[in-house]
């Protein structure tokens, strides 16, 4: 099933084109929860919460084996950047796979393989031969690994589910993982310290059983059928023309890209904040980390009910959001910066997958897989690079400001680019008030263009 090109498939459409009229059956899509009304997204979203929470399980395991190893923090930080080192090298090489291939059995290779690292490193830990170079190699192999994963995940939900119910899978995809983000740190926590953190890693190994069984049990027949790229050169560069080439898919782009690289820098913040301005100890560390998760669950609830993306939900929303960081970074009183951890994280996230939706609905199914490619790399590929920048800042100039720089440099980012939107889709920027509520909005101008109905 095709969902047509640029606009014409944006959020906002013509009620009256029949080309995205979902199979019979499938029609409603009202509720938080519609989308797990289809039997093949049920059981993707069950495996994903199980593989999920394996998953934070062996990210806080991880960490806590190398600073057991090492002692140093620095070795910490190489093992995350390995992780996403070949995302940022060959992030857009796996967009080219995904549209080649059948996304159903890359999903069940790639799953497996991520299994196979993680009995790997069970493996080696519980035998006592671990070393830090073991676990580097295991970081970057899983960073292979979800170069092909992570576009062919993403653009799958739309095989899945079709385009009507789209926005809603996409944003229960990320309460799926917001709430394994609550349950996995506190599971492996409690396995370290209890048994061991190789058995913790053994957990997250067998964890990938779930979405293995789930992708096997699948119906391919009720999959929404798309055309797949033929094999030939050229695909990366025209994947690549195909987004430059579209505002409706540069710009919010490269909001995530500005809002990825220098406002989600949270374990600087939050560890600066804990330790240097607050004088709190880990397990209160561990309270802020829960507070900003239990926020970004409810920014994914609150998404899946919501009807629509918009651009000027998009643009408000990161406005919002480097906002509401200067506000946490001045916050006088330890509770007050805690409680406001909260909305940021339900903030931030309604960001991330407003602007999710808006992308792959606005992306001929063809190219889905290269753009969410690009997409992934912008968004997850700027932490290398925002990371270091913003923990100079945090030391050097304490965490107020290093926290209150990523809220200014976020907020520009929001304001600029809604401005490039609002040229791009024939409207203006107006701050309207209704009641006692302000809200950011896209007015037309006299002339609007094409794109002025995706805003």
């Not at 809002?259 to 004088?279: E, K, R, Y």
């Not at 561990?286 to 609830?301: Q, R």
Request: proline share 5%; glycine share 12%; charged share 15%.
């Amino acid at each position: 099933m095709r969902t047509g090109n640029g606009a014409d498939s944006a959020p906002g459409h013509n009620p009256h084109d029949t080309r995205h009229t979902p199979p019979p059956g499938r029609e409603r899509t009202d509720g938080t929860f519609s989308s797990l009304k289809v039997r093949n997204y049920r059981l993707f979203f069950t495996g994903a919460i199980v593989s999920n929470t394996g998953t934070w399980m062996a990210r806080i395991t991880q960490d806590w084996l190398v600073l057991s190893l090492t002692g140093s923090a620095a070795a910490v930080g190489i093992t995350t950047a390995l992780q996403f080192l070949p995302l940022l090298l060959f992030g857009l090489y796996g967009g080219v796979i995904a549209d080649r291939y059948p996304k159903r059995r890359l999903l069940i290779v790639s799953q497996g393989a991520l299994g196979l690292c993680g009995l790997a490193l069970a493996a080696l830990t519980l035998s006592g031969h671990v070393q830090v170079w073991h676990v580097y190699l295991v970081a970057f192999l899983l960073g292979m690994v979800t170069v092909v994963d992570n576009p062919t995940r993403q653009s799958f939900v739309s095989e899945m589910v079709g385009p009507a119910q789209l926005r809603n899978a996409v944003s229960l995809n990320s309460a799926n993982f917001q709430s394994a983000r609550l349950i996995g740190p506190a599971v492996a926590g409690l396995l370290i310290a209890s048994v061991g953190s190789g058995w913790a890693f053994l957990v997250n190994a067998l964890s990938f059983l779930a979405p293995l069984t789930a992708l096997l049990l699948m119906r391919p027949a009720e999959l929404h059928k798309v055309e797949r790229a033929p094999r030939g050169k050229g695909q990366l560069r025209e994947g690549l023309r195909y987004v430059a080439r579209r505002p409706e898919l540069i710009w919010p782009i490269a909001l995530v890209g500005c809002i990825g690289t220098f406002g989600f820098n949270f374990p600087i913040w939050l560890t600066a904040f804990a330790d240097g301005v607050f004088h709190v100890g880990p397990g209160t560390y561990g309270l802020l980390n829960t507070l900003m998760a239990a926020g970004s669950l409810g920014g994914a609830l609150l998404a899946a009910r919501r009807g629509t993306s918009r651009l000027r939900l998009l643009v408000g929303a990161a406005v919002v959001f480097g906002v509401l960081e200067m506000t946490a970074a001045l916050s006088p009183s330890f509770w007050l910066f805690a409680l406001l951890l909260m909305p940021i994280g339900m903030v931030g996230l309604t960001v991330n997958v407003t602007a999710n939706s808006i992308v792959q609905l606005a992306t001929d199914p063809v190219m889905r897989g290269r753009v969410m490619s690009l997409y992934l790399m912008v968004f997850a590929g700027g932490t290398p690079i925002g990371a270091p920048l913003l923990g100079w800042i945090t030391d050097t100039f304490g965490a107020r400001i290093g926290f209150a720089t990523g809220g200014v440099l976020s907020l520009v980012s929001a304001v600029l680019i809604g401005l490039v939107l609002s040229r791009a889709t024939g409207t203006r920027l107006r701050l309207e008030l209704r009641g006692r509520h302000p809200r950011l909005a896209f007015v037309p101008r006299e002339r609007p263009r094409e794109l002025a109905t995706a805003a």
